[in-house]
């Protein structure tokens, strides 16, 4: 079973800029895909951004050219550098790492960061 734990949140002032970090407990090239959701209060769930195990992308419409998620194979950690935030951006952020087990998918929650941006 794999783990992951985030850091990195914080409070911010808007046009600013944090990083996140997801910690996984194994080596992420076993694990298919990491992503990065987010839950505003009041507002559903909405993914920010995946990585793969071979290191494609993708981003929500609203993040893109802002959010840039990257890894570090070695620490087994994967990080979202949030640019040019917004107050919008204020959520709980969670890392989620997607991986099989016996043929069957599971998924992997982090405990969640809180993201807060200042106008």
């Known amino acids: 079973q794999v783990q992951v734990v985030e850091s990195g949140g914080g409070l911010v002032q808007a046009g600013g800029s944090l990083r996140l970090s997801c910690a996984a407990s194994k080596t992420i090239f076993s694990i298919n895909a990491m992503s990065w959701l987010r839950q505003a209060p009041g507002k559903q769930r909405e993914l920010v951004a995946t990585?793969?195990?071979?290191?494609?992308?993708n981003y929500a419409d609203s993040v893109k050219g802002r959010f840039t998620i990257s890894r570090d194979t070695a620490k087994n950690t994967v990080y979202l550098q949030m640019n040019s935030l917004k107050p919008e951006d204020t959520a709980v952020y969670y890392c989620?790492?997607?991986?099989?087990?016996?043929?069957?998918?599971?998924?992997?929650w982090g405990q969640g960061t809180q993201v807060t941006v200042s106008s």
């Open positions: 990585i793969t195990s071979g290191g494609g992308t």
């Open positions: 989620v790492a997607h991986y099989y087990s016996s043929y069957t998918p599971h998924d992997s």
